[in-house]
């Protein structure tokens, strides 16, 4: 045992909220903020790596877990704790804020100050909702990553900015009163908002009127996750969203928040619910083959290059639902691998499109053409990154998406090979506005005169396209620790399993 | 890049010499590799290695007349085939019929049903248009705050008779 376990999961959390607020007592040299921000955030980082460093893939459970009363009545708790599903989440967020950072260093001028602590404040709350094991501190982590965003959004974005923020804001502020509902009868039923202790009460049958009420408990989570998913036909706030969002917005957007949705379903509609989820899942993974196919061919026809990553997104998360309710371990672990996978390489792709962006100032494809004669590193990188959105064997997109198929093709022969259509359709929509970017003869003068990459955003490039790499050459390393985890999490699957077969 | 290519030239010319036999054996072992050499006769080999050989320096005669002796050769070949040769030349059209049959109604239904259509015209114009109702609903119930006393009156009169209608109502029903 060691003397940080207890408090890790603390400092790892407000680390950044801290900064934040020494943020407000620096004077406004903006190179003085950027600086402290990266440091406060590769220091978040690095403290993060304790997480994985200590962790006991043996122990069965939560770990480095803190509880203590926060509020006395109503009974809240400030209870966080740590298993193999969220480690990694925990981790994705850590590593790609200082990216954010970085990628966001000469591209805001105005407001410098207020953006870093937004971003700061961002990162305290999309941890927290990894971490919290209370269900009243989850829903405060859960919305208060709703405000940084959509500040981020209104105030640092381009176009139509503020139809973007505020319809961010309601779809997921609207959708996210119904889990609310849902928190507020679980609590008035077991007295607790306790995760653990409420998932102990409804197993044992201990809660009054659950058989009637358990699905319309189900759908409360379920549709604040699917908002943020997003799962067809909930997703149409996700390409504005991202189209107007300054590029460290988007990549976080993509790269953390919509894993906020799947990790819900996954910790709290498997996990207390296991009847219901068994039972929505045949229309549930519908709802994602829909989507990861439905996503791919709209993303194919955008015409700005953020729209077509947008909608990537849209049917890569479809991945992460059909393997989430296939309810296997491959199934399981491919959609865990994939939500670590699509954060990496389409956080990439989002700083890539920034920078871009800082030299051209749109995202129109049509503007674009030949760029890899004046920009060669810059079409490499991008080749890289698109390579493992892909899903190119030896590259983190491709052990996901096989998991997820295998997965899903076990429940049932035809979702898996609908599903499989979907890795062809990604290489179909990035390949093609890879070649409309990049290959050819440059097509507008202008762009011959296009600088390359700078060592700045080298900086920024190249952890991720490390990360990709890595992931797709030994992602042992990850599902180690992802395994066990999600086999404790299916249990509850099995039993049912031989509940109807006991019947 | 000519560097690469001379190496290729190189290895296409002398790579046959390289002595490559036993690098497949650990795959097919000893025993299939004897079958298999036993099965292909040594004149059977030394009759191939001739033809590929002149088939290869065939073209390289074709291409030498064709297109450095008499340059003026392919386009009258061109024309004397005609509509074959243009044929040939889009192979066989293979691209444009794919183009035609997969591509175009894959990218307009993309564009037309599912981008425009469904996205922003069923899902968008529903969540647009709740807002819109919600906007011009409170603009009709705004109406009524509208500062004059006498409508005040009226609405004070108006919700005394719906309350009154509501316990008689209650009452008959009771």
């Known amino acids: 045992m060691n003397n940080l376990d207890s408090s890790i999961l603390s400092l790892v959390t407000f680390i950044p909220a801290a900064g934040a607020l020494l943020l407000m007592l620096i004077p406004r040299r903006d190179r003085d903020i950027r600086i402290f921000a990266l440091i406060i955030s590769l220091l978040t980082f690095c403290l993060s790596l304790y ?14 877990e803190v509880n203590q009363q926060w509020v006395t009545s109503p009974n809240i708790h400030y209870h966080m704790g740590l298993d193999g599903i969220s480690l990694w989440l925990v981790l994705l967020t850590t590593f790609l804020t200082p990216l954010c950072v970085l990628i966001s260093w000469k591209s805001i001028h105005e407001r410098v100050k ?14 927290g909702v990894f971490l919290a094991l209370d269900l009243f501190l989850f829903y405060f982590f859960w919305e208060s990553t709703l405000i940084p965003m959509a500040l981020l959004i209104g105030v640092y974005g381009h176009g139509r900015k503020i139809y973007a923020a505020v319809k961010f804001f309601l779809f997921t502020m609207i959708a996210s009163v119904f889990m609310l509902a849902a928190l ?76 906020m949705g799947t990790y819900g379903m996954l910790r709290f509609n498997l996990g207390l619910f296991p009847e219901q989820s068994r039972s929505n899942a045949p229309w549930i993974m519908i709802l994602a083959l829909i989507g990861i196919i439905y996503g791919a061919l709209v993303a194919m026809v955008q015409p700005n290059m953020k729209k077509v990553i947008a909608y990537s997104s849209v049917s890569h998360l479809g991945f992460v639902v059909l393997g989430i309710f296939s309810f296997t371990q ?12 699509h954060g990496v390489a389409t956080g990439g792709l989002f ?3 920034g920078i871009l962006y800082e030299r051209k100032h749109t995202y129109e494809i049509k503007d674009m053409g030949g760029l890899a004669t004046p920009m060669p590193t810059y079409a490499t990188f991008f080749l890289v990154v698109v390579l493992a959105s892909v899903g190119l064997p030896l590259l983190n997109g491709f052990v996901g998406e096989f998991l997820v198929l295998a997965g899903a093709f076990q429940n049932r022969p035809v979702y898996g090979i609908l599903g499989a259509t979907g890795v062809i359709w990604s290489a179909c929509y990035l390949l093609w506005m890879y070649q409309r970017v990049f290959y050819g003869k440059v097509t507008h003068p202008e762009n011959n005169s296009l600088p390359d990459l700078d060592a ?15 992931m797709g050459v030994a992602p042992l390393l990850w599902l180690n620790i992802i395994d066990p985890a999600v086999a404790t999490a299916l249990v509850p699957f099995a039993q049912v399993a031989s509940k109807v077969v006991g019947q | 890049m000519t560097g690469p290519l001379m190496i290729l030239a190189l290895l296409s010319a ?61 386009q009258k070949i061109a024309d004397s085939l005609g ?65 004059n006393l006498r409508s005040y009156a009226g609405w004070v009169a108006a919700g005394g008779a719906v309350v009154i209608a509501y316990m008689i109502w209650m009452g008959v029903a009771r």
């Open chain 1, 51 to 64: 997480l994985p460093a200590y962790f006991h893939r043996t122990q069965v459970g939560f770990h480095y």
């Open chain 1, 351 to 353: 700083m890539l499109a």
């Open chain 1, 114 to 127: 207020e953006f870093f602590i937004l971003l700061l404040v961002l990162e305290t709350a999309m941890i």
């Open chain 1, 456 to 470: 700045r955003e080298q900086l920024a490039l190249w952890p991720a396209v490390i990360a990709a790499v890595v």
């Open chain 2, 83 to 147: 509509s074959f040769y243009q044929t040939v030349a889009h192979k066989y059209y293979i691209d444009e019929i794919y183009a035609a049959l997969f591509v175009k109604p894959l990218v307009e239904g993309s564009t037309d049903i599912l981008w425009h259509g469904v996205d922003q015209g069923v899902i968008d114009a529903a969540v647009n248009d709740s807002a819109v109702g919600a906007r011009h609903a409170s603009d009709a119930a705004r109406h009524m705050q509208s500062g």
């Open chain 1, 184 to 259: 507020l009868w679980l609590y008035a039923k077991t007295g607790s908002f306790d995760f653990v202790t409420i998932q102990n009460a409804i197993h044992s049958g201990r809660v009054p009127g659950f058989e009637a009420a358990a699905p319309w408990l189900f759908l409360g989570f379920f549709v604040a996750f699917a908002v943020k998913v997003p799962l067809f036909p909930l997703h149409t706030w996700l390409p504005d969203a991202h189209v107007e969002a300054p590029t460290a917005g988007s990549v976080l957007l993509a790269g953390v928040m919509l894993k």
């Open chain 2, 14 to 74: 002398v790579g046959g010499f390289i002595p490559v036999e036993h690098f497949l054996e650990p795959v097919f072992g000893h025993g299939e590799v004897a079958a298999a050499a036993e099965t292909a006769s040594a004149s059977l080999e030394t009759t191939l290695k001739f033809v590929s050989v002149g088939v290869a320096g065939l073209g390289i005669f074709l291409a030498w007349l064709l297109y450095y002796k008499h340059r003026d050769l392919p």
């Open chain 1, 330 to 341: 491959a199934g399981l672990d491919g959609a865990m691998f994939v939500m670590l996978a």
